[in-house]
């Protein structure tokens, strides 16, 4: 590859931003000479992107969201399409959010079959809807997956697959500091810290919330000296304060990153919503369990497409329950209490799911000589490559 590289990038949210600014830097490091373009936010553009447009445009959720925007979204995507028939970029990276990326994909194929594009965060075939594999074969060029499991369900439809591994460990830096957070906030050596994630959204917060306080106090009132923390967003806390005042409970009240991986540092135990919050527990060696609660109609939806025996990925990647899973009736104060309760005073099952965690850790890559980002970049310049592009 001789001339300048040129890449069209593409980033809906937040945590698609942190990958992409990941690979960008990944990438610049084997050729500096490259040139990004696309959409991105802040951390994207710190490496490099001018975004086309900005990326909150495409952070909404949910019918009831998208609905009243659904005619600013699709102009976007021509926008998009239209930017990338113009640039007629090497490769085009398109990070998770599929509803969109994978419309301004198609866009692009049905003008120039010839331009690579590769997705970076597989949709979970595996879980639910097997057929999507087949689907997004007939306009991706290759899938980067965060799973060990996950490139034989793309690799069959023929679609070039690697797994590269999760973001997560990259984070080794950010394991948290105990002794600080303790220091910050007061809290005594002998007093345990439990941390509470009820979930980052408001419909997680109203399902949710009710039922993690009332195991909270059922816990406390067993463990008078032990401390509720609780790490969330800047825009959650007010209604965090408001649910709490006068229930007795009094929270720590979190909403900055290095507090709330020092708080998971500093937690005796954790109760978690479903997500990827269990791996960075596990990064802090926090024992946990998750709760989660779904709308009537979406869990009779989930009992007949969902594939999968557990929806913890610690869990999912050990083939095995390590995590406490409660899930919809089981998800009640009473249970959740007990779970935690036990988890707080039995220090062999602590010890045993700290070694479990380091194990499932190791399988999506902590350890390796390579970060997850640099195999990312090694898989995009390989594909490249091996398209004629760039050259």
């Known amino acids: 590859m001789s001339r300048h590289l040129r890449i069209f990038v593409i980033a809906g949210e937040a945590s698609g931003d942190n990958l992409g600014a990941n690979l960008m830097r990944a990438l610049k490091e084997r050729r500096p000479d490259i040139e990004f373009f696309g959409i991105g936010g802040a951390r994207m553009e710190r490496e490099g992107l001018k975004s086309l447009f900005p990326m909150e445009d495409l952070s909404v959720m949910g019918f009831a969201e998208v609905l009243p925007k659904l005619f600013h ?4 995507i021509r926008q998009a399409a239209s930017e990338i028939l113009k640039i007629k970029p090497d490769a085009v990276i398109t990070i998770d959010s599929p509803d969109f990326c994978f419309r301004v994909v198609k866009k692009v194929k049905a003008k120039i079959k010839s331009i690579p594009c590769i997705h970076y965060v597989a949709p979970s075939v595996w879980a639910w809807r097997p057929g999507r594999a087949k689907t997004v074969a007939r306009f991706l060029d290759h899938v980067l997956t965060l799973l060990p499991f996950e490139p034989p369900y ?26 600080r957070f303790r220091r910050k906030y007061g809290i005594k050596e002998s007093q345990p810290v439990i941390c509470m994630l009820p ?7 109203t399902r949710l919330l009710e039922t993690f306080g009332e195991a909270a106090s059922k816990v406390l009132r067993h463990r008078t ?14 209604y965090l304060e ?13 909403d900055n990153d290095e507090d709330k991986f020092d708080c ?5 135990v954790a109760l978690a919503a479903s997500g990827t919050v269990s791996l960075e527990l596990a990064l802090t060696d926090t024992p946990h369990i998750i709760a989660y609660k779904l709308s009537p109609f979406t869990a009779w939806l989930a009992k007949y497409l969902v594939k999968t025996p557990y929806v913890n990925l610690i869990n999912i990647l050990l083939h095995r329950l390590v995590v406490p899973e409660l899930l919809q ?13 036990r988890l707080l005073e039995k220090k062999d099952l602590r010890t045993a799911q ?10 999506v890559g902590l350890g390796d000589i390579e970060s997850p980002s640099q195999k990312a970049a090694g898989a995009v310049l390989s594909v490249i490559e091996s398209t004629g592009a760039g050259t």
């Open 264 to 268: 998971f540092s500093a937690s005796a």
């Open 242 to 254: 408001n649910f709490f005042a006068g229930k007795g409970i009094n929270p720590i009240l979190i």
């Open 73 to 76: 979204i699709l102009s976007r």
């Open 225 to 238: 000296d032990a401390v509720i923390a609780i790490p969330t967003l800047p825009h959650l806390k007010k």
């Open 199 to 205: 979930g980052s959204r408001m419909s997680e917060l």
């Open 329 to 341: 009736e089981r998800c009640e104060p009473e249970l959740i209490s007990r779970e935690l309760f």
């Open 154 to 179: 793309f690799r069959e439809h023929g679609l070039g697959a690697t797994f590269v591994g999760h973001p997560i460990v990259e984070r080794m830096s950010r394991r948290g500091d105990g002794a």
């Open 354 to 363: 700290l070694m479990d965690f380091h194990e499932a850790l190791i399988k």
